[in-house]
């Protein structure tokens, strides 16, 4: 008996960052097998992905008042996490809740000079 091996026609619509393959003499999509996928665009992909999931919570936040919570929970850790004061926030090695800690306003007025509220 003898074996032939199939032969493939290689493809990519980016410019190398996926690889495709399919069947010499096909031209279905159906029939098309990614090969390769570059580190950029393996990364590009994780983030979209990511992406469409935080899109779906956020859709479901409106109808779950648990998730809601726990999303406005989250908003508030990153606002602090990311705020100029985080050294003081995190002194004791936690962070403070956001009901200990008032901060002062500030807003730019018409002769660019700022104005503490």
């Known amino acids: 008996m ?3 091996e199939e032969k493939y026609i290689y ?3 980016d410019g190398g960052e996926t690889v495709y393959r399919r069947p010499f003499g096909s031209n279905s999509w ?3 097998e990614l090969v390769s996928v570059s580190d950029k665009k393996r990364e590009e992909m994780e983030n979209e992905r990511l992406w469409f999931k935080w899109m779906q919570i956020l859709r479901a936040s409106h109808t779950d008042p648990h998730l809601k919570e726990l999303l406005e929970q989250a908003e508030v850790y ?3 996490k990311n ?3 985080d050294r003081y926030l995190t002194a004791c090695g936690r962070l403070l809740p956001q009901t ?3 901060y002062p306003r500030t807003e730019v007025s018409k002769n660019n000079q700022k104005e503490i509220k």
Request: aromatic residues 12%; glycine residues 0%.
């Open 2 to 4: 003898i074996e032939t």
């Open 11 to 13: 493809e990519s619509p």
């Open 100 to 102: 200990w800690i008032r």
């Open 83 to 85: 705020s100029p004061y």
């Open 78 to 80: 990153h606002a602090l």
């Open 30 to 32: 159906d029939q098309k």
